[in-house]
């Protein structure tokens, strides 16, 4: 074979073999390892995030006490928007914000 013909052949052999596409489906980088592992585990939302299942209501800054989602002040205004009847007390359990429920 001559030259001519050898060359051709060796660059046809190595641009078919060296340009093929990924076909496994493993990530190729650490945050889309992170991503798929948490949308298994069921912690991703499709891109959203949850902080706990609750939103602030009332003023961010005076959230000191919480019942049924909202912000108070004061333990003393949390157990009145509790509204623990006669026989259950104001019970406040944790703290930053606190929960406020009736015992």
Known sequence: ????????????????CG?????SNEPTTAKEKQ????KASG???KGSRSWGGWRYKGDRNSCFFQVSGKCFKTENAACQAARCAKP???NVTGG???LVSCK
């Open 1 to 16: 074979m001559s030259l001519r013909t050898i060359l051709p052949l060796t660059a046809v052999f190595f641009l078919g």
């Open 19 to 23: 340009g093929s596409e990924k076909t």
């Open 35 to 38: 991503r798929r592992e948490a």
């Open 43 to 45: 912690e991703d939302d």
């Open 88 to 90: 259950k007390k104001c």
């Open 96 to 98: 930053g914000p606190a």
